[in-house]
């Protein structure tokens, strides 16, 4: 089972500011199949970015995805308040789908 | 518009099981898989399993949740069933069903919280 390692556990940050949150997997992951869902409180998650880098219908371009092989990154390039969430990481490889433990956003 | 509508919260004691329904609309029912995701209070999501409801295959359920978990599907009603069984207090969780596209979770049902308490 691929591991996947979220960090920071919590970045707090001011609206306006640049957000990179960083997805570390135990073994290489393809680009296809890595993802960043959004969560809200008292919400289900939302497809924010998939396949790495693409972004998912309806969500804005400030956020971006990067990276390949292990290591990946989402960034929100200007907090905007409705920014302010929990961040999840998942990939999918062999009939398995595994989830980072979340980073959080919070407002500084 | 694609939905997905689960049902209601539900309590149940130690040892007994919970069916929670996930019913899909505004797409071919049988041409997408469906996943099973569930959040314990105050912690991360953790996937449980992936089923397909036209049948064809095999259902994969994570190694924690095998013999645990059932799923099936009604497709005249386009709703997907899971089933836990001899629950634990530490099935007390907010259960989702996620719509399956290109292995991604692309539509998200709005979740059902399930209660184990004695």
């Known amino acids: 089972e691929i591991l996947l390692t979220q960090s920071p556990g919590t970045l707090s940050l001011s609206p306006g500011e640049r957000a990179s949150l960083s997805c570390r997997a135990s073994q290489s992951v393809s680009n296809t199949y890595l993802a960043w869902y959004q969560q809200k409180p008292g919400q289900a998650p939302r497809l924010v970015i998939y396949g790495a880098s693409r972004r998912a219908t309806g969500i804005p371009d400030r956020f971006s995805g990067s990276g390949s092989g292990t290591d990946f990154t989402l960034t929100i390039s200007r907090l905007e308040p409705e920014d302010f969430a929990v961040y999840y990481c998942q990939q999918y490889g062999a009939s398995s789908w595994t989830f980072g433990q979340g980073t959080k956003v919070e407002v500084k | 518009q694609v939905q997905l509508v689960q049902s209601g919260a539900e309590v149940k004691k130690p040892g007994a099981s919970v069916k929670v329904s996930c019913k899909a609309s505004g797409y071919i029912f049988t041409s997408y898989y469906m996943h099973w995701v569930r959040q314990a209070p105050g912690q991360g999501l953790e996937w449980m399993g992936v089923?397909?409801?036209?049948?064809?295959?095999?259902?994969t359920y994570a190694p924690k949740f095998q013999g645990r978990v059932t799923v099936t599907a009604d497709t005249s009603t386009s709703t997907v069933y899971m089933e836990l069984s001899s629950l634990r207090s530490d099935d007390t969780a907010v259960y989702y069903c996620?719509?399956?596209?290109?292995?991604?979770?692309?539509?998200w049902g709005k979740g059902t919280t399930v209660t184990v308490s004695s």
């Open positions: 089923f397909n409801p036209n049948g064809q295959t095999t259902t």
């Open positions: 996620a719509r399956v596209d290109a292995g991604l979770m692309d539509v």
